[in-house]
């Protein structure tokens, strides 16, 4: 339990992060989902679409640290050649 005041604002202020946190990181499953599913459908322009609103908010969670850069890029790279491969098809 924390004792001194910094750390009980310390453990406050971990708490409202973790809050804010978990609504993006929510928030870019439910746009990774979405690829995923337009994937699953064959549809290759919903596919497309989809990535293309991914990639921006991907690329956000890095920037507020809530994913790793490399997590994204790599996330990002195995999307694209899916969404590509069900284009040529």
């Given at each position: 339990?924390?004792?001194?005041?910094?750390?009980?604002?310390?453990?406050?202020?971990?708490?409202?992060r973790?809050?804010v946190?978990?609504?993006r990181r929510?928030?870019?499953?439910?746009?990774?989902r979405?690829?995923?599913?337009?994937?699953?459908?064959?549809?290759?322009?919903?596919?497309?679409?989809?990535?293309?609103?991914a990639?921006?908010?991907?690329?956000?969670g890095?920037?507020?640290?809530?994913?790793?850069?490399?997590?994204?890029?790599?996330?990002?790279?195995?999307?694209?050649?899916?969404?590509?491969?069900i284009?040529?098809a």
């Amino acid at each position: 339990m924390a004792n001194t005041p910094q750390s009980k604002k310390r453990a406050r202020q971990i708490e409202r992060r973790t809050d804010v946190n978990k609504a993006r990181r929510s928030r870019i499953r439910t746009f990774l989902r979405k690829v995923e599913e337009a994937i699953a459908s064959g549809n290759a322009d919903a596919a497309q679409e989809a990535l293309k609103s991914a990639q921006p908010e991907l690329m956000r969670g890095v920037t507020k640290g809530v994913i790793h850069k490399n997590t994204a890029a790599r996330k990002i790279s195995r999307l694209s050649s899916r969404v590509k491969a069900i284009s040529a098809a």
